[in-house]
């Protein structure tokens, strides 16, 4: 969905008449494991950091949250939606990034969203973007971000 659609979101559903919680609060664990649906989650969230999610305590309450974020918006056209998949040239450049390295790549101060591209594009690897110069970065991220980023890197901030 993020490869073909401005807001990919993941729709979570709860029964009627159930708890509105994924796991009981004491059985909370902050090691990751595979079973775990926050930890399947928590990955699914750092890997597509675009990707919405939408809580739903019951059918009725989609309904409703759909009626609202519907609000204003024209009909969807079912043709266009069904193509989107099929035409390579929707598809975004970050699907022909790897997902955890971007993930790496925008958590580093001053990388973002609309320059990361640009940073991968002109780095080929993490070790390349450490050892490059700060004019080098200010070419790609421009002054202010570079800053942040050149001296995160240097370890500049904590003198």
Request: aromatic share 8%; charged share 20%.
């Amino acid at each position: 969905m993020i490869a073909h659609y401005s807001y990919a979101v993941l729709l979570i559903e709860f029964e009627m008449n159930t708890l509105f919680s994924l796991q009981a609060i004491g059985s909370l664990n902050p090691d990751i494991a595979v079973n775990s649906i926050n930890s399947q989650l928590t990955i699914l969230v750092l890997t597509f950091p675009r990707l919405r999610i939408v809580w739903s305590s019951s059918p009725y309450e989609t309904a409703n949250i759909f009626t609202e974020l519907k609000r204003d918006a024209a009909e969807p056209d079912i043709d266009r939606a069904v193509a989107m998949g099929q035409d390579d040239s929707s598809v975004e450049k970050e699907s022909i990034y790897a997902s955890h390295p971007i993930a790496l790549l925008q958590s580093l101060p001053g990388v973002t969203l609309r320059n990361y591209q640009a940073l991968a594009n002109k780095f080929k690897s993490i070790s390349d973007i450490c050892a490059a110069s700060k004019d080098d970065l200010v070419s790609v991220l421009g002054m202010e971000a570079a800053i942040k980023l050149y001296e995160f890197i240097r370890n500049s901030s904590a003198n």
